[in-house]
């Protein structure tokens, strides 16, 4: 019958045909993109060495004060520190894709400047006097953190992490430079009055910072560090002789950074 042979028809080009798409159907899986399954770390496991530099945008120096003999504590008064820069350098360890910290040196310098006004007359001047001391002195600071950072997720090679750190900072004051003059109504004296120099204190202090950045690959195992950095010094002595002496409250830095981080394995 027709219908019949219709169908045999059919069956016999499905047939012939079947070893044609069967041939297709290979090329185009061998032709299909090859994709892989890793089971080593994308990250982690390995020394890194870094340097970074720092501009201190915002300082703030706390209430310093001087003590002078016969007046107790003065604040000192428009008191400012100076010379924000600061150079780090440091030894790490990546110890998974997200975990990593190290070991730092950082150094910087520093000058203040300050006034302060006595309370009582000054010497050989009348009632209603008072001196207005004004001091400068530099200082250098030798910092030893050891810090710890979360690395976030990476995008485009862009990798965003916070950090904290404890360590502790020398500073060593110089020399500082004292003149006074008399000022009130009573003053028969105009301009400077004296002078002094008192020698500069050094102490080990406590310090602790808070990081906050992004790091960005450059290769495989060079990366570009820009980020935040807070970090607060304790008080200590700054100058004296005597009984006259200067501290200060401790040294807060706001600090704006950029570095690189060379991976050694």
């Known amino acids: 019958m027709d219908w019949r042979r219709g169908l045999c028809s059919v069956a016999f080009c499905a047939g012939l045909s079947a070893p044609f798409f069967a041939q297709a159907a290979d090329e185009d899986f061998l032709d299909a993109p090859e994709i892989t399954i890793s089971s080593e770390e994308a ?96 200082f250098s600071a030798l910092g030893l953190m050891a810090n710890g950072y979360v690395d976030l997720a990476t995008l485009a090679g862009f990798t965003p992490y916070l950090g904290a750190g404890i360590g502790a900072t020398r500073i060593d004051w110089k020399t500082a430079h004292e003149t006074s003059s008399c000022v009130g109504p009573g003053c028969a004296c105009s301009g400077n009055a004296g002078g002094a120099s008192y020698g500069g204190r050094d102490s080990w202090r406590f310090t602790y910072a808070l990081m906050a950045g992004v790091s960005y690959d450059v290769t495989d195992r060079l990366k570009f560090d820009a ?25 807060s830095r706001h600090e704006f950074r950029v570095g690189l981080r060379f991976a050694l394995w």
């Open 43 to 138: 990250a982690g496991g390995g020394l890194y060495l870094r340097g970074d530099i720092g501009y201190a945008a915002w300082l703030d120096e706390g209430d310093p004060y001087y003590r002078s003999p016969g007046s107790g504590n003065v604040a000192f008064d428009n008191a400012r520190f100076e010379e924000p820069a600061s150079a780090t350098i440091g030894l790490g360890y990546q110890f998974t894709d997200v975990i990593r910290a190290d070991l730092t040196a950082e150094y910087f310098e520093g000058r203040f400047d300050g006034t302060s006004l006595s309370a009582p007359p000054c010497a050989g001047e009348g009632a209603g006097t008072g001196c207005a001391f004004s001091h400068r002195a530099n």
């Open 227 to 251: 980020g935040y950095r807070y970090s607060q010094i304790s008080d200590g002595d700054m100058f004296g002789s005597g009984d006259a002496q200067g501290y200060d409250d401790g040294l």
